[in-house]
């Protein structure tokens, strides 16, 4: 096992934001982890996990040891009458996952085709895209205690994922495995999907039905949503190799009916969808639009031009150090301001700050 160390993150961020970690751990197999654990000093060092470092946001070199996440892996596991399960291992590469389960004939991740990051890191935040989520098709996932080295396995249930949340994403209170939160504390090491059999389209979004009508392919299948989808998101998304981004920078926020009227009867052209529990989710991107901010800065960090939502470092490529995780978050805090002195809404970032 190699400790590195003052090693740089930039290649490591999606963002590419300057920083280093003062120590790094490659993490290959699940042997590696043990031996990290069986080292009284590394043991005893508080740790941070790095998957594709999609959705992170330095804004100070990294303290505790960074375990980078490598994991290779991608198999059937098995099959039933309903499902193909598939594993893959936490390092692999999301969109690589993707095409790979396409080209091997379990379609039904391809509208969750292109976002940025590792299968590892796709159960924390519950990924989703274009009517998918990654709990849609979630089976299982081992996960190992950095407190007790043990090796665990959870569940849907037992992840509790939500709207761009899981277990993962709060403070651990509880002991064992059976604690309440995980973050810090479990490394994912392999993710398995239940990919149902029968594939049926998921269409219905707006960006998707326009690509069906322009086409003029009425019985699309999987291979056809993926070059859709693929094609959506270069149109509207930034390529992290290109600008330096974290996906979308906050969640739509979800509001009351109520809270939604006030909102429509002085912006009669607020984004909403309405929620099967009564409640009305607001596009984020289009709250911030209508604040003026599409296309501003501060400092390097900007607001992307054709999607609001996303914040980018206009930094990145050959001219120098790019956006500071300072800059990102003074951009961010300003929006929130604007936002909440407009609507009353208190927009909630969703890439994890550190
Ligand atoms: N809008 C504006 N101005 C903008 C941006 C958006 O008016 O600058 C309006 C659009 O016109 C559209 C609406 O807001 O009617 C929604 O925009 P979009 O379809 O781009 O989707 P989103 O709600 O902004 C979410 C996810 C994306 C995901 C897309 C498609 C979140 C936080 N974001 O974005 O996920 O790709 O839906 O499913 O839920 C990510 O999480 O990193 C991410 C990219």
New binding site residues.
């Given amino acids: 096992m190699l400790v590195e160390n003052n090693v740089p993150l930039q290649p490591f961020n999606t963002f590419h934001i300057v920083a280093k970690a003062h120590a790094l751990v490659r993490i290959s197999s699940e042997q590696d982890l043990q031996d990290v654990l069986a080292d009284p000093t590394l043991a005893a060092l508080p740790k941070f996990v790095l998957g594709g470092g999609s959705n992170i946001v330095f804004t100070g070199d990294v303290k505790p040891l960074v375990l980078k996440i490598e994991i290779p892996g991608k198999r059937l596991l098995h099959e039933n009458s309903r499902h193909f399960i598939v594993e893959a291992g936490a390092g692999e590469n999301w969109h690589d996952f993707v095409s790979w389960t396409l080209a091997q004939g379990y379609p039904g991740l391809e509208n969750m085709a292109m976002i940025p990051g590792t299968v590892g890191a796709s159960p924390v935040q519950n990924?989703?895209?274009?009517?998918v989520e990654l709990q849609d098709r979630f089976e299982s996932l081992d996960a190992l205690d950095l407190q007790t080295g043990q090796v665990f396995t959870l569940n849907a249930a037992q992840c509790a994922f939500g709207y761009?949340d899981s277990v993962f994403k709060h403070a651990s209170t509880g002991a064992g495995h059976q604690a309440v939160g995980l973050k810090d504390r479990a490394v994912i090491l392999r993710v398995r999907f239940a990919i149902p059999k029968v594939w049926k389209p998921v269409l219905g979004?707006?960006?998707l039905e326009k690509k069906m009508l322009a086409s003029g392919e009425s019985n699309p299948n999987a291979q056809q949503i993926f070059d859709w989808i693929c094609a959506i998101?270069r149109a509207?998304?930034p390529d992290p190799a290109v600008i330096g981004n974290a996906?979308?920078f906050?969640?739509?926020p979800t509001v009351s009916a109520e809270q939604c009227a006030d909102i429509i009867a002085r912006d009669p052209k607020v984004?909403h969808y309405l929620l099967a529990d009564g409640s009305v989710k607001l596009?984020?991107?289009?709250l911030?639009?209508s604040c003026g901010w599409?296309g501003k800065s501060v400092g390097q960090a900007g607001v992307y031009e054709k999607?609001?939502?996303v914040l980018v470092n206009r930094g990145t490529g050959s001219d120098g150090q790019g956006a500071t995780g300072g800059e990102v978050m003074t951009l961010a805090k300003a929006i929130q301001t604007s936002v909440y002195e407009r609507f009353g809404i208190l927009l909630e970032p969703?890439p994890v700050v550190i």
């Fill in positions: 990924v989703g895209a274009y009517g761009r979004y707006a960006d998101r509207k998304l996906g979308s906050f969640k739509n984004v596009a984020a991107g289009w911030i639009d599409r999607q609001a939502l969703e």
